[in-house]
Every structure is written in structure tokens, then in C-alpha cells.
């Protein structure tokens, strides 16, 4: 089966990078192009368990390095991402069991300092149907 799969931190406007990159930490993270290590284990894990025809990660987590709870964060630099999952394996199964399903895989990255996921969670055949 071929698999579209992407993993990649999302694209900053060079302004954006000015006005976030007021910190060591920041900085670091906004020039770096690679994976971290939660991101990788959270695209091995969703692939194992999921099969996906598509998967896209994309790190968020300069987008919220601002907030009052990540100030005080200096060590983890993985901790909101935003995953779209497309797998046969949601088939017949609710919107709610498809983000349990997923969050129960990714329970030792959230426990680790995974503060957020926005998922999107569909089968190919709905992807097709509002096309």
C-alpha cells in the first residue's frame, strides 16, 4: 500500500520568527528543520498501529511557547502538534473512539509533556466523499 506520509514543523514568516525567537529556547526551535524525538515516536506509533494511507504531523508547538504554561518549560520543545490520520482501520467507528484510540497510543508522550493534539481522524472514503 502506498502511504503518503509527512512530517514536518510548520512554515514561519520571517517576522513570525523575529517575534517569537525571544529566548535560547525559542531560537533553537524555530531554526530546526529535523524531527524531535516525540515527534518521530508519535509517527512510529501511528503507523504501527494505523496503517495510514496518510499521515501529517506537523509540530505547533512555537505557535504556544508564548502561553503562561510553557514559559516555565526549558526542556521539552515537542509539546503541541497537529496530526492528520487517514486510515481503513477507523471504519464504522465514532469521531470520540477514533481520538480515544489515538490518545491511548500516545498516552506516554502526553504523560512525558505532550500538552496538545488537534487530530483529524478519517477513513479514505470519507476524504473521497467531500471532494
Not at 512554515?11 to 520568527?17: D, F
Amino acid at each position: 500500500m502506498l502511504r503518503n506520509i509527512v512530517t514536518k514543523a510548520l512554515p514561519i514568516q520571517t517576522t513570525a520568527r523575529r517575534s517569537y525567537a525571544s529566548t535560547p529556547f525559542l531560537k533553537d526551535f524555530i531554526t530546526s528543520e529535523e524531527k524531535g524525538p516525540v515527534e518521530s515516536s508519535i509517527e512510529s506509533k501511528l503507523m504501527e498501529e494505523f496503517d495510514p494511507s496518510t499521515l501529517h504531523i506537523v509540530n505547533e508547538s512555537h505557535m504556544h511557547a508564548h502561553h503562561a504554561a510553557m514559559k516555565d518549560n526549558t526542556t521539552n520543545k515537542e509539546t503541541h502538534f497537529r496530526i492528520t490520520l487517514i486510515s481503513e482501520k477507523f471504519n464504522g467507528k465514532s469521531l470520540m473512539q477514533r481520538h480515544r484510540a489515538v490518545y491511548k497510543l500516545l498516552q506516554q508522550e502526553i504523560d512525558e509533556g505532550v500538552h496538545a493534539l488537534t487530530l483529524r481522524t478519517k477513513t479514505q472514503a470519507e476524504i473521497e466523499k467531500k471532494c
